[in-house]
Nanobody, 127 residues
């Protein structure tokens, strides 16, 4: 069974840091572009960051550039999202998703479908 599991969320004060993990089971992440999404209550889903299968290419949403870093360890079948200088507006459920059908280019485009999703992890940033 193909599965993605996120972890690492929690409650942190503004300015703090968290590192999210996305672990795959049932398939090898090496061949997949991975994207982190987030969704806050009452807001549309937002693409946060994505990373190519090799890890050599990354892309970030404007709201997180310079604060978040995506990385991957294919040996551990895991992708990470290091989040620094967190703000209350970063509060959301964060999801990872995997896609091996389309090239890395356009990975953050809204509406691009990702066939495999995790269940999400809650990140709450207090003021």
């Amino acid at each position: 069974q193909l599965q993605l599991v996120e972890s690492g969320g929690g409650l942190v004060q503004s300015g703090g840091s968290l590192r999210l993990s996305c672990v795959a089971s049932g398939f090898i992440l090496d061949y997949y572009t991975i994207k982190w999404f987030r969704q806050a209550p009452g807001k549309e889903r937002e693409g946060v960051s994505c990373i190519s299968s090799s890890g050599t290419k990354t892309n970030y949403g404007d709201s997180v550039k310079g604060r978040f870093t995506i990385s991957r360890d294919n040996a551990k079948n895991t992708v990470y999202l290091q989040m620094n200088s967190l703000k209350p507006e970063d509060t959301a459920v964060y999801y990872c998703a995997a896609d091996n059908r389309k090239p890395f280019v356009g990975c953050l485009v809204n509406g691009r479908e990702y066939p495999y999703w995790g269940q999400g992890t809650q990140v709450t940033v207090s003021a």
